[in-house]
């Protein structure tokens, strides 16, 4: 495995990249479509849709390059994700009129099959067990 | 002709799916025998982008951008997964296939949907 210290690209890691790869190229090419074509039918939805696919491209880059320039790019996109999904996913249940047509993370990201609440989780996971100790060889 | 190359699409990435994540439950890095299954899936899918295009007068999709969207991801999807698996020789690249195989046929399930409207 990479002797790099705070790799995030290898092993396990290659499946959180690719699954972050996913999720970033389908929200980017919807919210896309949807804001070039639509964007005055839902404005606050799409251009939330278009930040939440700009995060996701951010976080797939970060961890993919990883090591101690690119994890903390990857700290605060995934951070920011689960904020996202958080605030927006209850805003969407408990104010639904400020929507008017469904973000990636509307309703905790129940248009993407929950991957939008799941990922990130399991990216911060990822990111704490792959951060570098002193004194400790890479593995 | 869209049906069945869309449900052929499906069901040898469905195949391949099981294939690799039966390697990744025995702890097996990617083989070139699932690259060339991965290769014949990549062939359906330029045919279908060769019929699209030679369609696009006749009886066009429902949601034209939609469906070009769908089509070009499913180009690049399959691709992906086989460079990483050159690049990852363990366990974690049969893992990386069966993300790429379940999403190449959900694309497909996705892409029937739009043709259909």
Known sequence: MSAVPGDTAHGPGRLIVAVYGVLALAATARSGVQI???????????????????????????????GVRWRPVAWAAIGTELVGVLSVGALSLAAPQLFADATVWSGFGRGYGYVPLVLPVVGLWWLARTRPREGVPDR | ?????????????????AWAGRRAVRDRPVILRQLLAGAVIEALIVVEVVVAVLTA???????????????????????????WAFAERTRWSSVVLVVAALTSAFLQYRLLQVFAG
């Open chain 1, 36 to 66: 070039i074509r639509d964007l005055d039918r839902a404005p606050t939805a799409y251009l939330l849709s278009g930040l939440a696919a700009v995060v996701y491209l951010v976080a797939t880059v970060a961890l993919a390059r990883g």
């Open chain 2, 1 to 17: 002709m869209w049906t069945p190359l869309a449900l052929a699409v499906v069901g040898l990435s469905l195949a391949l799916a």
């Open chain 2, 57 to 83: 007068n006749g009886s066009p999709p429902a949601d034209v951008v939609t469906f070009w969207g769908y089509l070009v991801t499913a180009l690049v999807v399959l691709p992906f997964a086989a460079a």
